[in-house]
């Protein structure tokens, strides 16, 4: 965990982490193609229908896993963000019209709030759209379906700061795990890799003078919040 460490110790923590990662990586990538090339192969030519089930499920674990080695490659390859002036509001509204249909198919609620139409920002636009849906698949997923609640996405602007809110009314994280979730491979998820929300804090702190931060309480639901200073042209 990185909860009393300092900042010095925690960079250091996660180099070594990101080195893990780099490894593993490596190690993984020729046989899971291999793997998962010839398994693809297979499923078109096999006429058996037992068989085309088991290679269907090794198609299925193939993929899951190149995924992880997709996000292993996000969290240990530098990469320097393509800053350029951005209405982050848009981003917010594309990424609540994404799971829209989803919240609707599952009875939840989903709601958008912005005091202002337009706010710029400078970031990496591909990027910032990235931590945002991860945010709000989070949410999603924090949510039992038939159960109801709601999904919100506040946007507000003060003092030249934008903060964003993606909240849920879900089972809510403990206290004791509430930093622990942004450590590489830690989840709360049967089947989370524990990545995600640790590369949108390493998305986030690439952007300077950003933040990402979780309020939360068991049994009530959680709320991440993005705070992003405002690009110089933009109006107060």
């Known amino acids: 965990v990185f909860d009393d460490l300092s900042h010095l110790e925690k960079a250091q923590r996660m180099a070594a982490w990101r080195e893990v990662a780099r490894r593993i990586a490596h190690e993984i990538k020729n046989p899971l193609m291999a793997i998962g090339g010839f398994a693809r192969q297979l499923v078109k030519e096999s006429t058996d229908e037992k068989s085309l089930k088991k290679l269907s499920v090794i198609v299925s674990e193939v993929q899951r896993l190149e995924n992880l080695l997709k996000e292993m490659r996000d969290f240990y390859l530098p990469r320097t963000?393509?800053?350029q002036e951005i209405d982050v509001n848009e981003i917010l509204r594309?990424?609540?019209d994404l799971i829209r249909e989803e919240c609707r198919k599952t009875g939840i609620q989903v709601e958008f709030q912005a005091d202002r139409q337009e706010v710029f920002v400078e970031g990496d636009k591909v990027r910032l759209e990235q931590v945002l849906l991860n945010l709000a698949k989070n949410a999603l997923e924090s949510m039992e379906q038939g159960k109801g609640g709601k999904i919100s996405f506040d946007s507000r602007l003060k003092e030249g700061v934008v903060e964003i809110k993606i909240s849920d009314e879900g089972e809510g994280i403990p206290e004791e795990d509430q930093e622990?979730?942004?450590?590489?491979?830690y989840s709360t998820k049967k089947q989370g890799t524990g990545l995600g929300l640790s590369i949108?804090?390493?998305?986030i702190e690439d952007h300077p003078g950003c933040s990402l931060r979780l309020t939360s309480e068991k049994g009530k639901g959680s709320t991440f919040v993005l705070s992003m200073p405002v690009s110089k042209s933009q109006k107060s």
Request: positive net charge; hydrophobic residues 30%; contains cysteine.
């Open 81 to 83: 963000p393509d800053r």
């Open 94 to 96: 594309s990424v609540h």
């Open 200 to 203: 949108c804090r390493r998305i």
């Open 180 to 185: 622990k979730i942004f450590s590489p491979f």
